[in-house]
């Protein structure tokens, strides 16, 4: 069911991004000089080229951005494992100790003063 519907999702786009890589097959050229009417540095790409360069470089700055604003997260996360390994092995180790004997008297409650 699910590979039906990504598939639902991803043959729409996949048909609009083949139509804009076609219409879009005429070579511009980009430059970083703004001010230059004969830029030293150029290149000439496809438009379309330059419009999936820019999705991707898009696609890979915000996955930094979001995998940096994680971090504090990712730092609970490590710090709670620590104390659950820590609360464990602890467990562990006071499971070891031999339960009392079956006939051992426990304090008696009622012999104490009740709280005020």
Known sequence: MIRFLKSLV???????VILLAVANRDPVRLSLDPFSPDPVFSVTLPLYAILFGAVALGIVVGGIFAWLGQGETRRQVRRRGREIRRLEGETARLKTYAPPAPGAALPNRTAL???R
Not at 10 to 16: F, R, S
């Open 113 to 115: 003063p009740a709280p």
């Open 10 to 16: 991803l043959l729409p786009i996949a048909v609009v």
